[in-house]
């Protein structure tokens, strides 16, 4: 069975950093795409950031370019969102999501976490 638990949400002013945690089992982490995708209220879903297992390459929106770095470490299964220089237009439930396979989308993935939600406000 595949999961996907993300952690290290909360409450953070603007300027201030935080980092999301995503452990991950029940697939092959070197053989997928994993990502962190976020819904602001009132808004859909958007990728934020993805990297491909297989060779490591990142993808990031340009919202959070130069402010976000997502990496992972395969002997944790886990990946991470390093999240910088927060702004309030960050605020939203950030969502964990694989793609087993050698997929080079961030788009559209087949398992998901539960969400974490981040909130940046002074």
């Known amino acids: 069975e595949v999961q996907l638990v993300e952690s290290g949400g909360g409450l953070v002013q603007p300027g201030g950093s935080l980092k999301l945690s995503c452990v991950t089992s029940?697939?092959?982490?070197?053989?997928?795409?994993i990502g962190w995708f976020r819904q602001a209220p009132g808004k859909e879903r958007e990728p934020v950031a993805c990297?491909?297992?297989?060779?490591?390459?990142?993808y990031y929106d340009n919202s959070v370019k130069g402010r976000f770095t997502i990496s992972s470490d395969s002997a944790e299964n886990t990946v991470y969102l390093q999240m910088n220089s927060l702004k309030t237009e960050d605020t939203a439930d950030y969502y964990c999501?694989?793609?087993?396979?050698?997929?080079?989308?961030?788009?559209?993935?087949?398992?998901w976490g539960l969400g974490t939600q981040v909130n940046v406000s002074s």
């Open positions: 029940g697939f092959t982490f070197e053989n997928a795409a």
């Open positions: 999501a694989a793609e087993v396979g050698t997929t080079k989308s961030c788009i559209a993935y087949a398992y």
């Open positions: 990297i491909f297992s297989d060779d490591l390459n990142t």
